[in-house]
T-cell receptor, first 108, second 119 residues
């Protein structure tokens, strides 16, 4: 099956810093989403981005489908950005497979 | 927007009992739903694909008799953890695929998740 790799696994930032999270996938996908999981476990959908670039406030994402990777950019990080960021991809069967996640901690 | 609701959000049950978790698509129909399990500090692992009106398809290593899935309508799938044991304690989350061939864009929506603790 498709493999999803996220990097880095852990990231500590000082408040105000910028960061880039990466997601590599091993096969063609028709669905790619970035999620932020909060401390209560709730998955917050950040982007649906199987290709191209999107921006939402301090967050933006780019997926280069032909090269099988996606990037999530966080600018001017805040303590509330802390949590786990997951990349999840879907294939023709609509199963969504999650990467291992990037655990982010933003220090005040 | 598309909403998927799970109930209960939190449940504590005794060892040996069964517990049912519901996953509902509130404003769209979903022939296909998915169930995931998440252990502490780990990723979400797909357990099974739930299909309305037919048997669920389980991923390798998932016990069918332990985790019973029923998808009785186009808006409801249930996961029943039978004869629960402490090792079944986990975070369970569902997703639903919107049935709409005229809709482009994202069609997979996730519920809020359910925390199960077996004591």
């Amino acid at each position: 099956g498709i493999q999803v790799e996220q990097s880095p696994p852990d990231l500590i930032l000082q408040e105000g810093a910028n960061s880039t999270l990466r997601c590599n996938f091993s096969d063609s996908v028709n669905n790619l989403q970035w999620f932020h999981q909060n401390p209560w476990g709730q998955l917050i959908n950040l982007f649906y981005i199987p290709s191209g670039t999107k921006q939402n406030g301090r967050l933006s994402a780019t997926t280069v489908a032909t090269e099988r990777y996606s990037l999530l950019y966080i600018s001017s990080s805040q303590t509330t950005d802390s949590g786990v960021y997951f990349c999840a991809v879907g294939t023709g069967g609509f199963k969504t497979i999650f990467g291992a996640g990037t655990r982010l901690f933003v220090k005040a | 927007g598309a909403v998927v609701s799970q109930h209960p959000s939190w449940v504590i049950c005794k060892s040996g009992t069964s517990v049912k978790i519901e996953c509902r698509s509130l404003d769209f129909q979903a022939t296909t739903m998915f169930w995931y399990r998440q252990f502490p500090k780990q990723s979400l692992m797909l357990m099974a694909t739930s299909n309305e009106g037919s048997k669920a398809t389980y991923e390798q290593g998932v016990e069918k008799d332990k985790f019973l899935i029923n998808h009785a309508s186009l808006t409801l799938s249930t996961l029943t953890v039978t004869s629960a044991h402490p090792e079944d304690s986990s975070f369970y989350i569902c997703s639903a695929k919107r049935d709409s061939y005229l809709f482009s864009g994202n069609t997979i929506y996730f519920g809020e998740g359910s925390w199960l603790t077996v004591v």
